[in-house]
């Protein structure tokens, strides 16, 4: 039986709808349900998912619906208590920040005049238009949003390049501006190494690395996965090279990305020769090409934090290591037991897994993916868990474990599964536990196949420094306790995980930067704008439009921020709102 409640006008943040949806799901006696905003794109979930009501129907943008299937009435009322309850928390946890929060552009500008910087996690149908509005009152735009086309990413950036301005996303996942963690982001130490990349966790993992091995970072501008598309052409990128390359607190360039057109990579890479500063490049899943005046090229995203170290400080940091701590690995596998799993929160770090093993088992690379994941052949599978097709209608992985711990049981349960691999990625809006969350599923699934006679291994990487909020060393205790095999890096893990099966990585590049060559005249550099100049020089002022603990770290590490309650214009309705625009 499906249960329709419809609360109008009481906007939440989709992620926060989600999380609750998952805690409703257990309760004892719900089938299903969903909590969702009432969009055009989540109506069409509750369609896809067989929730749809006649009621909603009805349902504006600004409404929560519910849908509850459940054989037992009263479990409705319990729903509903618990909605309420989550309801007044949200209002009281709003409450006790202490920075504006407003319901306008025009309040918030008013309230913050000196802001430089939009910060949306909106759904992706309404990104555009706001996006449109920072941009037009100068603003750069960082965009976590996913689901945003491709041509209005293009026109955005377009815009944002006319006026000096960044716009960095959509699918922005992670930044660091000035010492201040945007989005997901790690807590790192300051130091001179810069970094522009078109991966969020490609960001992450080198970020963290250099951290861990002494160094530190100045800036980390992300730019959305398709800034390197042959469509976009690297607009982002490249503005953000150019900035680090006038930046005094930066000394030395780091670029990310999965591997771009052949077009906008030598592009990219003929800017970099032109730089007064050393850089380090990575195009995961791509061979490192020979140095090219002071344009270094990396293989793995380890390789590239240790060059950047080296290049930056002057010094030959050791290796994070070669092998981790946690089981032993004392239990031989069964024959037929060769499969290698790997279940990712982060597309670069499953990229880098995929090149590794192909290598490793001499499997052909392939342009074809099946959808939802970046390697399947011969019985192995590397899923990027933050894909569209895991995402929709469900918080991102390193928020929610869910797909996971579901994935881990299936996998698990195949006889020829040798090794499990997996991320954990700490820092600010990640779960405050992913390592306590995934270690009951863990325990199961070695428990069931030890029954059947079978080991099953679990290798992982944490992703983190000491000083981010869900303590690196706190977790890794955890996962080692529990049985897992924990290295200090994604590459060591993967490494580890071929030993296991009798496999190694053949003629892994040795990391060595060499001599820094060189430096070229910066004469020919292209000029910064003076708006994207004062983004770097200083701590960012942020309008905060969706998730308020972005809003939370950005005060807690001294910028300053004003969180806009923002909400559909004229209730969702797409074509009042460009009338309402238009008198405007």
């Known amino acids: 039986m499906l249960k329709t409640i419809i609360k109008e006008n009481v906007y939440q943040d989709s992620v926060s709808l989600m999380l609750l949806t998952n805690k409703l799901s257990a309760m004892e006696g719900i089938n299903r349900i969903s909590v969702m905003m009432g969009t055009p794109a989540n109506l069409d979930i509750f369609r896809n998912t067989g929730l749809y009501t006649p009621e909603l129907d009805r349902a504006k943008p600004n409404d929560i619906c519910i849908v509850i299937d459940t054989e ?28 504006d929060k407003v319901r306008t552009w025009d309040r918030a500008m008013q309230l913050l005049p000196e802001a430089n910087l939009a910060l949306l996690s909106i759904p992706g149908e309404y990104v555009a238009d706001e996006a449109h509005k920072a941009l037009d009152k100068g603003l750069h735009v960082f965009i976590f949003s996913d689901n945003v086309p491709e041509t209005d990413e293009l026109a955005l950036k377009r815009k944002a390049k006319e006026k000096g301005l960044l716009v960095m996303g959509p699918d922005c996942g992670t930044g660091i501006l000035a010492g201040v963690p945007i989005a997901f982001a790690n807590v790192i130490s300051t130091g001179k190494i810069g970094i522009v990349g078109a991966s969020g966790t490609g960001i992450q993992e080198v970020s963290t690395i250099i951290d861990r091995l002494g160094g530190g970072v100045s800036h980390a501008i992300g730019t959305g996965g398709r800034d390197l598309s042959e469509s976009i052409g690297a607009l982002t990128m490249l503005d953000g090279i150019a900035a680090l390359e006038a930046d005094a607190n930066t000394e030395l360039i780091v670029v990310i990305s999965k591997p771009p057109a052949p077009e906008v990579k030598n592009k990219v890479t003929a800017f970099l020769q032109s730089l ?12 490192p090409l020979e140095p090219e005046g002071n344009v270094h090229y990396a293989y ?14 002057g010094k030959t940091p050791a290796s994070p290591g070669t092998r981790g701590t946690g089981a032993e690995e004392d239990h031989a596998l069964q024959s037929g037991q060769s499969y290698i799993k790997g279940l990712y929160s982060g597309g ?30 011969q019985g192995h599978e590397i899923i990027d868990l933050g894909d569209d097709i895991y995402t929709k209608g469900r918080p991102h992985p390193m928020i929610d474990p869910s797909t996971r711990k579901e994935l881990i049981g299936n996998m698990a349960k195949d006889p020829h599964t040798a090794v499990i691999l997996f991320d954990v990625v700490l820092g600010y809006g990640s779960h405050e536990d992913m390592a306590g969350e995934l270690i009951p599923s863990i325990r199961n699934a070695r428990s069931q196949a030890s029954g059947e006679g079978r080991t099953v291994y679990f290798v992982c990487s944490v992703c983190g420094t000491d000083q981010d909020p869900q303590n690196y060393g706190e977790q890794r205790r955890k996962l080692e306790e529990a049985g897992v095999i924990v290295e200090d890096s994604n590459v060591q893990a993967v490494k580890r995980a071929l030993h296991l099966v009798g496999k190694s990585v053949p003629s892994m590049p040795a990391y060595s930067a060499g001599p820094v060559g060189t430096p070229h005249s910066s004469a020919n550099a292209a000029e910064v704008p003076e708006a994207t100049a004062k983004l770097l020089s200083g701590k960012p002022r942020v309008i905060n439009l969706g998730l308020p603990s972005f809003a939370d770290t950005i005060h807690r590490y001294e910028g300053k921020v004003v969180q806009f309650d923002w909400r559909p214009v004229a209730g969702g309705n797409k074509k009042l709102a460009n009338i309402l625009s238009k008198l405007k």
Not at 300 to 313: G, S
């Open 276 to 287: 007064s500063k050393p850089s380090v490049a990575i195009f995961t899943g791509e061979k």
């Open 348 to 377: 670069t770090l499953a990229t880098e897994a995929a090149m590794l093993v192909r290598e490793a088992f001499g499997i052909p690379a392939s342009l074809k993916h099946e959808d939802g994941y970046i390697f399947k052949d």
């Open 72 to 99: 037992q009435t009263e479990k409705v009322t319990e729903v509903l208590n618990e909605i309420d309850s989550f309801l007044k928390n949200q209002a009281l946890a709003g409450a006790k920040n202490d920075y």
């Open 300 to 313: 793995t995203l380890e390789d590239t934090a240790v060059m950047a170290v080296q290049l930056a400080y």
